[in-house]
């Protein structure tokens, strides 16, 4: 039984040794500006990992992936809200040897808002209460198209996105509201 769990786990070893190449294939990690609706300022920090490659060994021009991604996001909207949030996406990732990334991710996640100013809320038997950190949950789904440039040559290497994303809030007024943003930032090992 020994012998044969040990040659299980070598064949494995094995399996991950072959398919190594030239490509990065480990964690990258992502820091950008996400700015809701371009100007109200926020920071995105991310990983990602490449889940598959989806071309032919003997491609060595374009690297295809599939890559899932956690996000954590925050920014800020003044005088209307602080926003604070999570997200995991699943996306393509086209890598071409001149540099060109063009990527397309879908996600979901949990967003909390925070009213920055105090809020004023009535009680029969109080009167009228101030409030501070008044906040609010929303599920949130995301869509983005991005674009970018290697920082050289390499197809594994460092690069740089800009990724106009759609966001859906829900709740928001009791329905849903779709909001935009603007991810620009840079991708790294």
């Known amino acids: 039984m020994k012998t044969k769990l040990l040659l299980l786990f070598l064949m494995l070893i094995s399996k991950g040794l072959y398919a190594q190449d030239t490509h990065q294939k480990g964690i ?3 820091i950008s500006y996400f700015g809701i609706l371009g100007t109200h300022p926020g920071i995105k920090l ?12 003997s491609t060595t021009d374009q690297l295809n992936q599939i890559v899932g991604a956690a996000n954590f996001i925050f920014y800020y909207h003044r005088r209307n809200q602080i926003g604070t ?13 001149n540099g060109l990334n063009k990527e397309i991710f879908f996600g979901a996640g949990y967003l909390k808002t925070f009213l ?14 101030a409030k501070r950190s008044f906040s609010r949950n929303h599920f949130l789904k995301t869509a983005a198209l991005g674009l970018g440039k290697n920082i050289n ?16 809030l829900r709740p928001f007024n009791q329905k849903g509201v779709f909001n935009f943003a603007l991810d620009a930032g840079l991708q790294f090992h």
Do not use: C, M
């Open 28 to 30: 990258q990690f992502n």
């Open 46 to 57: 991310g990983l990602q990992y490449p889940l598959a490659d989806l071309q032919k060994a």
């Open 85 to 97: 949030g999570f997200t995991l996406e699943l996306g393509l990732r086209s890598r071409k040897q």
């Open 116 to 129: 920055p100013n105090t809020v004023y809320d009535f009680d029969a038997e109080q009167g009228i209460i």
């Open 153 to 168: 040559g390499d197809l594994g290497a460092n690069f740089w996105t800009i990724k106009p994303t759609l966001l859906h």
